[in-house]
């Protein structure tokens, strides 16, 4: 851990972003009490369909100068489509974050939690707890390709994927290292190189030259197809997962789903450099059905908070925070937790139980 200041920029943007935002910032400021970690916020009102209204566009044209100042974002959630259509306000905020700080590690946590209905069968808390790593910049999302005689029979579209020696690289170092410094140090790499027969094959070189460099960590891989069902029929196997952009994008919702409630899972999109700041945010958006009415889980807002701590290094404070969470989680208390994992209570007692747990202290 760093002994300097962590400057964080914060960012609630719309719907439940704004409500459960309060409840993260209570949390880690809790934790960073306890463990007398020096943090520094400042809230910003961009990214948000408020500021559109206001501004016509999401972001201040200034936006990358003010926020690269800062070491990481906190960010809630995005999107009003009543407001403004979203391609326009994810486009316009979210990943233009992502792209121009080059936040090319997508981070999820994918562990069964205390309290948390499992929708697989007899798995208990401490089966299931692995990270999935996702490559976030290049791969099959590429603006490579076109369209050729559209409208006419011979209408032809082409996409391509792009796998570049620094992006494959980078992306696995990190994924190495993440299962390195674990107990089990065991990586798992996604792979189809049996039906994409360049790419893939490519990716798996990789695996193969980096993996000498890390003799500890026991690696196998898997083509994506029989990997999802893994991810269902024996998740107690894996520990870090690493796959391309595609590949990263679907194992981060199955991951989670695999461990209940859309409202607990967080995100981190890194950039392991520290060249730009890193963004840490709940998996959910901004819930317009339920935005309003208090009700919004707070525990994936929290968890993204965790992450940043456990990011930066502050691993006992990110484990505290993780283990209060748990607690609550545990206790289950019927006014406590929210609707969506079958309580009666809203943002404000789920939010105030956890900061009150962190507060406990060591
Ligand atoms: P959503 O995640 O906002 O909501 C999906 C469902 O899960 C809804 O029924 C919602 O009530 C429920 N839910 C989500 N978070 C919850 C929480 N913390 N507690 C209890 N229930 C929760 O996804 P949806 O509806 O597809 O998108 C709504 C808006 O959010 C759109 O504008 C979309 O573009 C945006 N969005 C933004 C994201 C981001 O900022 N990273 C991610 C996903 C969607
Ligand atoms: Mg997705």
């Not at 489509?81 to 994810?90: F, N, Y």
């Amino acid at each position: 851990a760093t002994s300097k200041t962590l400057r964080i920029a914060v960012i609630p943007g719309d719907g439940i972003g704004t409500e459960v935002m309060p409840y993260g910032l209570a949390c880690v400021k809790a934790a960073a009490k306890i463990y007398d970690i020096s943090l520094e916020f400042e809230e910003f009102d961009f990214a948000s369909c408020a500021y559109y209204q206001k501004h016509g566009k999401m972001l201040p044209d200034d936006w990358k100068e003010t926020l690269s100042k800062f070491d990481a974002l906190y960010f809630g959630a995005v999107g009003l489509p009543e407001v403004v259509p979203d391609h326009v306000s994810l486009w316009g905020s979210l990943l233009q974050f992502r792209r121009e700080f080059d936040q090319y590690i997508n981070l999820r946590p994918c562990r069964l939690m205390p309290g948390v209905r499992c929708p697989l069968a007899n798995r208990k808390p401490g089966d299931i707890d692995f990270w999935i790593v996702r490559e976030n910049t290049e791969g099959e999302y590429s603006s490579i390709g076109g369209t050729m005689f559209p409208g006419t029979e011979r209408e032809t579209v082409i996409q391509e994927t792009v796998m570049t020696r620094i992006g494959v690289d980078r992306v696995l170092k990190y994924a190495f290292d993440l299962a390195q410094s674990r107990p089990k140090k065991h990586l798992t790499s996604a792979t189809k190189s049996n039906g994409i027969s360049i790419t893939m094959p490519y990716w798996d070189s990789r695996v193969e030259a980096m993996s000498p460099s890390y003799s500890d960590v026991k690696v196998d891989k898997f083509h994506i197809d029989i990997l999802t069902a893994h991810f269902v029929q024996r998740p107690q196997h894996f520990d870090v997962v690493v796959g391309s952009n595609l590949f990263g994008d679907i194992l981060s919702d199955l991951g989670p789903a695999c461990t209940g409630t859309i409202g607990i899972a967080p995100s981190g999109n890194i950039n392991p450099t520290g060249k730009f700041p890193s963004l840490f945010e709940p998996v959910h958006g901004s819930a317009p059905d339920i935005m309003g009415k208090g009700i919004a889980n707070p525990v994936g807002m929290i968890w993204a908070g965790q992450m940043m701590l456990e990011h930066f290094g502050y691993k006992e404070a990110a484990a505290h925070m993780l283990k209060s969470v748990e607690n609550v989680l545990a206790r289950g208390e019927d006014s406590v937790v929210t609707a969506d994992m079958g309580g009666h209570g809203n943002t404000k007692s789920f939010g105030d139980a956890v900061e009150q747990e962190i507060l406990k202290g060591k």
